[in-house]
């Protein structure tokens, strides 16, 4: 089996700190000036040329608030802080996660087509789309598989370094997948629905599109009840953004966001899973990457069981007494699953309390958001997260590591300074 060199490699290193693109806060320059000035007052490593490999502020797009992770191709999240606030997750604060450049994509032009094992193959404009099946609105929490891989200790990782701020919930509009499959008429023996983006993603020896696939139960399932599959034009009632997949994506509640094609040109129905890239080799949770590891390894799709403290940030200075803590916490993907425990404990994981819930619990394939008043005492030096769902599972304390770094989910954590 020819066996890829992993693509999403990412060198650059960024400092973590909040760029502001579209609203005139420090410009880059002195942004990167304050901040050699700043650690050179604290004593801290001179300033670092390497922060310079990334393109930082200047790779967002307008309006977005993002700590960028890499900027060729573009990858960034909210600070968690920041991220933690609001159950819809604003523009300004959703990750961006892209695999290569942004297609430019020519909206009166566009068709998505449907072929494959269907009666009816088709192409259609986004306005034909929308003329001919109902609109559909649906909230799910997008995630990516590679949240959290900083996390990861053992051999160092390749990829994105993501913090636990590549997730974001948002309010989707658009069609059902269900019902133009239905339109289109799926012939016996479909098995897997291919999705297939615009992009174009540059490998040594050849180029191909951003892809994957989802078996057909997923693809069928409707929009009411367990959320289906959303063939979406909007996001937060806007249209999407060119980052986001303009002028259509699929959105697929309750798997990881790498199912969730953007710029969604090709849908084919078919008999097996897709051959694309990352569907067949990326996204598994391999020990080894060898031809046979991958072979054997199923392709992920739902997201794993989560939750993470956004309040305090790591390394807050405090006082003893009642701390207020907040966070997510998300469910794993499976059709019904729901949380049944956010917990915390502030004495390393012997000893945990219940947090409150405070959005999100009625609604599937979405994050909740949660808080709870701590007491800290002297000798507390961290605070711990770990949610439990329907499906039995509890978030783990350690995780084991894979090569990809995918899916990490041990307990959450903080580190408290006293002052
Ligand atoms: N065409 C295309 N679709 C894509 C990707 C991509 O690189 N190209 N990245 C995927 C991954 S890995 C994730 S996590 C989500 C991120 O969606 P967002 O950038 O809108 O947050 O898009 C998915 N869809
Ligand atoms: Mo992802």
Redesign the pocket.
Known sequence: MHHRQPLDTDDTVVPRAEFHRGGGTLSRRQFLGSLSAASAALGLLPFDSRWLHADDASALPEGKRLIVRSAK?LNAEPSLDRLGEDWITPHEF???????EL?HVDAAAFRMSIEGLIEKPQKLSVAELSERFPAVETTAT?????NRRNEFTGPKIGGVQWGAG?I?NAIWGGTSLAALLKHVGIQVGARHVWF????Q?VDKSETY???GSIPIEKALSESNGPPGPLLATK?NRKALAP???FPL??VVPGY?????????SRIVVSDRPSPNH?LAQA?KLIQEETAPALQVAPPLYEFALNSVICLPASETVVQTGKLKVRGFALPGGAVGTKLTRIELSIDGGERWSEARTTAGMSNPCCWVLWEADVDVAARTDRLLVRATDSSGQTQPREMPWNVKGYQYNAWHQVRLKHG
């Open positions: 191709p959703f990750y961006i996660r892209n695999h290569g297609p997008l995630t990516c598989a590679g590549a974001g297939e983006g615009a992009d993603i599109p951003f892809g996001m980052e986001h997949g994506r699929a990881i966001g790498a199912r969730s094609v953007k710029w969604l990352y996204y």
